[in-house]
């Protein structure tokens, strides 16, 4: 059985939903960060096998995964600096405990 | 023959991707979901050279699997935990959150079997990835290029600056 551009898409679908899985049920924040790094990885497969499949011969797809890896880049070194900024504060990395909005 | 070479490559790195994925989120050490992360990042490369982006499978690597991986290792490391056996535990949500997930893989995987992806435009050989990339990157895409370099500068200085303090940076 030939594989497909289905095949690549379901793969991406699981490596998203366990990047969300982790992203909703986990207490740590740098967990979360990590859940979040998967999810945009999946969407990168998304974009990358689209463009094979779909639309070769243009280079759109990967142009926009290259944007999507600059970002992530961006946000995994802002989200940790926050991180370690709160951990200075309050000795946890526990979403639970990042409630000073609350009233 | 080639078939049969591409599916087992296929196979063989989206099981490494998945598992080591599952291991990220599912294993109760946060070192070791760190360096599943990793794995799970060098599978993704894999993958990107079977859909034929070289280029982004290098780019791959070099950012994620080198600068992200390391980043999350020295997030672990800097925000030390008592006890690391537990150190990567759920909240009180966990049963919510697998079944969301699961829920938008059963939506997103119904919809995928249920959908026939044509391809558009004419279909031509691709040059070298680079190549193409690079036109484009420089070409039709040029202020959202910069618009990224400058994004990755602010990124850099906002991180020194959360991280040590306005004062001591």
Known sequence: ?103 | MNDFIFAAAFYGLAGMTILSAAGVVFLKDIVHSALMLALSFIGVAGLYVLLNADFLAAVQILVYGGAVAILIAFGVMLTRRRNMKESNPNNRWVIYASFVSAAFFAICGWALMGTDFKPVGQQVNPEAAVEGLASLLLGDYVVAFESAAVLLLVALVGAIILAKGAKEA
């Open chain 1, 1 to 103: 059985m030939t594989i497909g551009l289905t095949h690549f898409l379901l793969l991406g679908t699981a490596l998203f939903c366990l990047g969300l899985y982790g992203l909703l049920s986990k207490r740590n924040a740098i967990a979360i960060l990590m859940g979040i790094e998967l999810m945009l990885n999946a969407v990168n497969i998304n974009l990358i096998a689209f463009n094979k499949y779909v639309a070769a011969g243009s280079y759109t797809g990967q142009v926009f995964s290259v944007f999507v890896i600059v970002v992530a880049a961006a946000e995994v070194a802002v989200g940790l600096a926050l991180v370690l900024a709160i951990y200075k504060d309050r000795l946890s990395t526990n979403v639970d405990d990042l409630d000073w909005l609350k009233w």
